[in-house]
């Protein structure tokens, strides 16, 4: 019996709810873009980049070997740091759990 009560307590809670907030959700929905034209026009903007990356790259001159070492040393020093941060985390989470 109470629990009858309460699920239409809440049902009639949240019609309420839903009946205030419809008018704002119909503002959203008219004046704020969808999410996927964000989508596309990040995905147009990496197509724009990468159709002059490869010209960029050639006019530096660099050898395929010097390349490969920038992208290796940028990749070591954005990813060790990240590590060890993970490790920190993770032993200050073991530490706390120990009983």
């Excluded at 704020?32 to 006019?59: E, K, M, R």
């Excluded at 954005?78 to 590590?83: A, E, I, K, N, S």
Aim: without cysteine.
């Amino acid at each position: 019996m109470i629990n009858a009560l309460l699920k239409g307590i809440m049902s009639l809670i949240i019609g309420l709810v839903s009946t205030l907030l419809k008018p704002i959700d119909l503002l959203i929905l008219q004046f704020l873009p969808d999410l996927s034209n964000g989508l596309t026009a990040v995905g147009n903007l990496l197509n724009f980049a990468s159709q002059y990356i490869g010209f960029a790259v050639s006019l530096t001159g660099l050898s395929n070997e010097t390349l490969s070492l920038i992208v290796l040393y940028f990749t070591f020093k954005l990813t060790v740091p990240l590590l060890i941060s993970t490790i920190k985390t993770a032993i200050k989470w073991y530490d706390k759990l120990k009983p």
